[in-house]
């Protein structure tokens, strides 16, 4: 669901940005310590040995010790274990949309499931990618380091109605403005193919 904010909402989800502090585990060096029976489905679920974990406070204390390695495998760290996590897309799922302004002047936001809050910036881009298989776009925002959330679909469908053509290159290209950027969700020959 997209919510216009108020300045007072941005003000307040910079705030709580600004407020959120996770544990430097991009700092620490632990010895590994094998793989956990421990997965992150595509919806953000998160499994141990099979079973969901119910317990949102569990879960989100977990969210801030992952960590994605240059291996290409995620990982949950502390100060004295590294121990390997599956995950089967993103470690996060955006589940609600803010938005402040309009046009190139529009800023737009995003909370996790794991509450969690991001400003789409330059730091924090969003993508769009392509499934071969299929054909079918996965969305992405950029929450932290190099982590990503999975936008989920209902609120994909909010941020595609923010979208607009913009010519780069001599190109007509489709994609959406936030923080002075424009981010490019490919030629609009392509996706209106």
């Not at 274990?81 to 799922?93: L, Q, R």
């Not at 402040?100 to 809050?117: A, K, M, N, Y």
Request: proline share 6%; glycine share 8%.
């Amino acid at each position: 669901m997209t919510t216009t904010a108020s300045q007072n909402g941005l003000n307040a989800i910079i705030s709580q940005i600004k407020d959120k502090k996770h544990p430097p585990v991009h700092l620490w060096n632990p010895d590994f310590c094998g793989d956990l029976d421990m997965k992150i489905a595509r919806d953000g679920t998160w499994y141990y040995l099979g079973s969901p974990i119910g317990r949102k406070p569990l879960v989100k204390l977990f969210s801030g010790v992952i960590r994605l390695d240059d291996d290409g495998k995620y990982y949950l760290v502390t100060p004295v274990e590294k121990i390997g996590i599956t995950v089967e897309d993103a470690p996060f799922v955006a589940v609600e949309m803010f938005r402040e302004g309009s046009g190139e002047d529009q800023v737009l936001s995003f909370r996790t499931h794991v509450d969690d809050f991001v400003i789409v910036d330059e730091s924090h881009p969003l993508r769009l990618a392509i499934n071969a298989e299929n054909n079918e776009p996965s969305p992405y925002v950029r929450v932290r380091s190099n982590l990503e959330a999975l936008i989920a679909r209902p609120v994909f469908y909010d941020l595609v109605e923010l979208c607009e053509e913009q010519e780069i290159d001599g190109e007509k290209r489709f994609g959406v403005w936030s923080s002075g950027s424009f981010f490019d969700f490919g030629s609009v020959d392509d996706i209106f193919e």
